[in-house]
């Protein structure tokens, strides 16, 4: 593990450095901020401000919802919970910093959930929207009640994720460390990964200018002249070239301006507009459930990404941190739900300790109330943006190997498989791309042999995180020579298959009972489900087999 910068104090008599590690405990003052913060602050701000601003051009640009009930009404609550989310985790690392005596250790980072903050604005409130629009609504009374909808959805899965929070320790406990980073893993790979660096390659030089810098400064370790906090350098070139090479007519693809919407002092008050919007969740449960548990799931891996870097939280306290901002943003007007990122070790590299996330915390909360974080949304390129998210995946994915033990190699890579389908998934349901009519063909339609490839893809990318983790777990079972182990592992994925927690049949991965499906669908769960079984019979057999024991390393 890499030292970070080592704080020291100065004596009012002589200028006389003390590091920190040898400071006597009772006397040792822990500083708030470190130059690293810098570093991760930038990081951590642009991954919130991403997500706000693929909200918003989903909600605005692709469905005419009402601009100013986006940045006035949704923008505020939501940046209150990544203010609260953000405060947790600083005590929390200040307190564990305090207790075992380092200076090094860096604070769990929350933002909002990419992929269910996505699913949030296409699959729940731009559909809702369009839906209050065919009843008959007029566009503000549909846009008050799309906004409550998104109020009670965070309720509700801020509920969930408060009630599961308490089987994580145990879930650590259960799982291999294949298996937690395996899934994330795959997950910041194809999504923080691929998807960010198509965004950035489509404004070529910009993009790859902006990535370029932050490779250089971030994992070439590069200087920069007069100590310019590096991610911070990277977005000012690459502002200056996107709006200078565009205002000059000089070929940046798709450049325009953007139209401000006027900041104003709005307090996310909390208020009872969630309980009118609770009606609405009723038929999109199926998605909503599922968008909590996967929060959990990925709450309980990055606490398992954080202690293989060194830093042991308690993975319950991670986990009631996320339900509770998330609780507090739906309360208060938000409709996109926090969670831990997956990046702690990432921003512990560029030397981030816990006041990046007290920094960043105060930064998005405070500028959903003034409302400069609806024009900074509108301001910052998305080319700029994106290159941070890359590196965020890079390390990650780097991350899996490295502090899984080197026999389970093989099952880390098979989680990564989920999450590259998930990537098809997101790419291949845009209506852009195959028309709705088109997709459902290809989803339901036999070529003689086997299940429609469509099918198989979508049933494969639904669930994922979950998915990858059963896989995972059940290969390290065998490495382990443990096949009854694996064999329960796969019953278990058969009966989640079925329900739909994993392999959905239902193309937006909703959540439904066995018996209520019908055709092609009833086919591929129960195909799936009947997989499993068998290959957990197989292994079932195979145990009884007298296996001579493993050689002692």
Known sequence: MRAGPVPVRFHATRAKTIPMSDAPAQSRRLPWIVAG???????????????????????????????????????????LGVLVGNLVYTVMARCLALRSGRD??????LGLDAPTSIG??????????????????GSDAAALATW???????????????????????????????????????????LLGFLPLVETLRNPVVG??????????????????????????????????????????????????PELQPPALVLPLPNAGFIAGLPYTVPYLPLLLPFGLLMVVGGINVAESARAAGDDYRTRDVLLAEAVSTLVAGVC??????????????????????????????????????????????????????????????DITVQAFHDSPRRHAPAVALAFLPAIAYLLVIKLGNPAWIPAQTF?????????????ELAAIVTLGNGFIITAMLWSTTLVALVEQRPRRAAAVLLLAALLTLVGVIHSVDPRGGIYLPWSLEGVRAIIAWQFAAGYAVLALLLGLLSLQRVAPMPQA
């Open 104 to 109: 090094d250790v860096t604070a769990m980072p």
């Open 208 to 257: 790859i200018a902006t990535l370029g810098l932050l490779l250089y400064v971030l994992v070439g370790r590069g200087r920069l002249p007069w100590k310019v906090p590096g991610v911070f350098a990277a977005f000012v070139a690459g502002t200056a070239l996107y709006y200078g090479l565009g205002m000059a007519g000089l070929g940046v693809p798709g450049f325009r301006l």
């Open 37 to 79: 913060d810098l570093n991760g602050f930038f990081g951590l701000v642009v991954d919130s401000l991403s997500i706000l601003g693929f909200i918003a051009a989903a909600l605005v640009g692709i469905f005419q919802f009402p601009a100013e009930v986006v940045f006035g009404r949704m923008f505020p609550g939501t940046a």
């Open 440 to 452: 459902a063909a290809l989803y339901e339609g036999a070529d003689g042999h086997g299940l429609p």
């Open 148 to 190: 409550r909808l998104g109020m009670a959805s965070l309720v509700v899965m801020g509920l969930l994720k408060l009630v599961m929070s308490f089987a994580g320790d145990w879930v650590t406990r259960v799982l291999p460390r294949a298996a937690l980073l395996g899934s994330i893993g795959g997950a910041a790979l194809a």
């Open 120 to 137: 949030m604005a296409l699959l729940v409130l731009g559909p809702a929207y369009a839906g209050f629009l065919r009843q008959g609504m």
């Open 333 to 394: 007007g938000g409709v996109a739900q926090t969670t831990p990122y997956i990046g702690q070790p990432a921003y512990k590299h560029m030397g981030a300790r816990h006041g990046y996330t007290l920094l960043a915390g105060l930064f998005i909360g405070l500028g959903g109330i003034l409302g400069y974080v609806s024009m900074l949304v509108q301001w910052l390129p998305v080319a700029v943006l994106a290159p941070i998210i890359v590196y965020v995946g890079l």
